[in-house]
């Protein structure tokens, strides 16, 4: 079993920044990636960024040059570095662990107001 927890979320005006971070405990030398995906009502959970475990990285569209990814493997955590926010990065960030079996945290709340 992985546990996930998300913090950092808030509320922010248009053009800040925001770190998200997630941290795992549990069984996490099963894991091989993690990720970052976002919801808002009445839309589909989109993916938002990965990180293998070899530290490769892969973002989404809508967030590609403002938003980065890392890991810090001695903490167990991932962060999401959120820079340059927009009104449409609003939402509820989910944590997402890869591995035999997959896993989703609680998801930290994202607010941009214009």
């Known amino acids: 079993q992985v546990h996930l927890v998300e913090s950092g979320g808030g509320l922010v005006q248009a053009g800040g920044s925001l770190r998200l971070s997630c941290a795992a405990s549990?069984?996490?030398?099963?894991?091989?990636?993690m990720a970052w995906y976002r919801q808002t009502p009445g839309k589909q959970r989109e993916f938002v960024a990965t990180?293998?475990?070899?530290?490769?990285?892969n973002f989404g569209d809508s967030v590609k040059g403002r938003f980065t990814i890392s890991r810090d493997n001695a903490k167990n955590t991932v962060y999401l570095q959120m820079n340059s926010l927009k009104p449409e990065d609003t939402g509820v960030y989910y944590c997402?662990?890869?591995?035999?079996?997959?896993?989703w945290g609680q998801g930290t709340q994202v607010t941009v107001s214009s």
């Open positions: 997402y662990a890869m591995g035999p079996n997959n896993y």
């Open positions: 990180i293998s475990i070899s530290g490769t990285t």
């Open positions: 549990g069984i996490i030398s099963s894991l091989y990636g």
